[in-house]
């Protein structure tokens, strides 16, 4: 059994194509995790995530803050409390519209149609999990 | 593209073994989820779930609230924010050691090594999730 505080874990630039939003990886391979892997990210008032897509899915929950969620072609406001399922293959972009941070867990598979993503999952090259 | 507030969920007892204990499940199979789910459990001051082992993983988030989680022969306390990863296998108990309400989300993978464990993953014979 492993147990830390989010807040111990050094939040990082979320990377390209996001503003104002830091990712941290709470469970992760390094955890002992196989199959799934939990994030936390910050987006300050005014920032955002890249609006993209990618074939795999997001679980998310929303801890703090106010936004806006873009999908497609429509919009649709997000506040605490809300759980947002994303299916693969959707665009999808997260942004906080409101004045206060927004805190959301962001939760993703190990692999995509049963195939390895990545070491870690994310997909992203320059992914610190992934090291 | 789903969104909801976990308050919009209808809280169920989470069943035998446990104390005082609500479940609701927030993504399941029939939100489309395939890899992995997402349930809320509330724990009332005094109330705890069995002390229990498995042969799949939690990734558990305190949301509010805090308590003592039981691992193996050990005890460590939890607060809000704090993140738990509960191997396969390990012996596990989560208490409400405090006066107030714990709020806490627990994931679960939809596969137990490699193969499926019910419907929805959760193992128990009465879920409300696996009808």
Redesign the interface.
């Known amino acids: 059994?492993?147990?830390?505080?989010?807040?111990s874990v050094e939040p990082k630039d979320a990377g390209e194509g996001t503003s104002k939003v830091t990712i941290r990886w709470?469970?992760d391979k390094k955890?002992?995790?196989?199959?799934?892997f939990?994030r936390l990210f910050e987006i300050e008032a005014g920032g955002y995530t890249p609006l993209h897509q990618h074939d795999w899915?997001h679980?998310v929950?929303i801890?703090e803050g106010e936004g806006v969620?873009v999908?497609?072609e429509e919009t649709?406001l997000?506040?605490a409390?809300?759980?947002?399922?994303?299916?693969p293959n959707?665009k999808?972009q997260f942004r906080n519209s409101g004045k206060k941070l927004v805190k959301l867990?962001c939760?993703i598979?190990n692999?995509k149609n049963g195939e390895a993503v990545t070491s870690c999952g994310c997909g992203q090259k320059d992914c610190q999990s992934c090291k």
């Open positions: 059994m492993k147990i830390l505080n989010y807040s709470l469970i955890t002992g995790a196989k199959n799934f939990m899915e679980e929950f801890i969620i999908y497609e649709k997000f506040r409390g809300d759980v947002i399922f994303i299916p959707e999808h867990l939760l598979p692999k």
